[in-house]
Every structure is written in structure tokens, then in C-alpha cells.
């Protein structure tokens, strides 16, 4: 018996405007930064959450993406305004190990709580496109 292969749909892309009436109602300041590296850096979620300080490499302006999809490196561009806010959140928050821990502290962030916080800001602005959050 034969499936009939279900017609795979690329997300919307969100507009520069979009995102900045995101990241404007966005009151958190960790959040803040989970959605400016998510779009500036094109990064998926399970990409985010496993970032560690090392992966940021300021001078070449790079990120260091581990076990990507299909478990290869590779490198994605760190943009100027997402650096400025990733130096404010170190300062605030001293990483140790996980760019992103967890609740635990010794894990990363989970994909799923990271989820909720595109999810919940995504929804304050109404916006109506369907977008993809992994």
C-alpha cells in the first residue's frame, strides 16, 4: 500500500517590521535575545538552545552551529545588533558553560521552552502568518 507523501509547505518569512514589532513587546531580556538570534542568524531552535559561550565568535563575527541538521557543523553570521545584545546579556547573566541553561543550570534550555516564548510574543502583535518555531 503506497502513502501519498504529504506536500511539504515552506513557513512565512517574517518581514524586517514584523520582527521589530516583536522584539518592541518583548519585556524580557532573555527572551529579547533568543528572538534577535533566531532571525538575525536564521538559526532553528534546537540550534539556539545548544549555542555555548565558545560557539560566539565576536572578532570573525560568526556562530558556530554544532550538530546541525543531518549532525554537520557549520557557521552562520552573527550580526552587529545581535552582538551588542548578546554582550548585555552576558553581563547580566555570566553564562558559564550553555549560552541558554536551563532550569536545571548544568542542561541547555529546552526547544520546547523556547517554543513558548516565540509562541507567546508572536501572538501579542497579531500577526497573521504561519510561522515555524523549530
Known sequence: MFRVKKEKKLPDILSQEEVTRILNVVENHKHKVLLSLVYSAGLRVSELVRLKIEDIDSIRMLI??????????????????????????????TPKEWLFKGGDKKHHLTERSAQRVFEKDYYKVAIKKNVSYS
Open 64 to 93: 558556530h552551529v554544532r550538530d546541525a541538521k543531518g549532525k554537520k557543523d557549520r557557521y552562520t553570521l552573527l550580526s552587529e545588533k545581535a552582538l551588542i545584545v548578546l554582550r548585555d546579556y552576558y553581563r547580566r547573566y
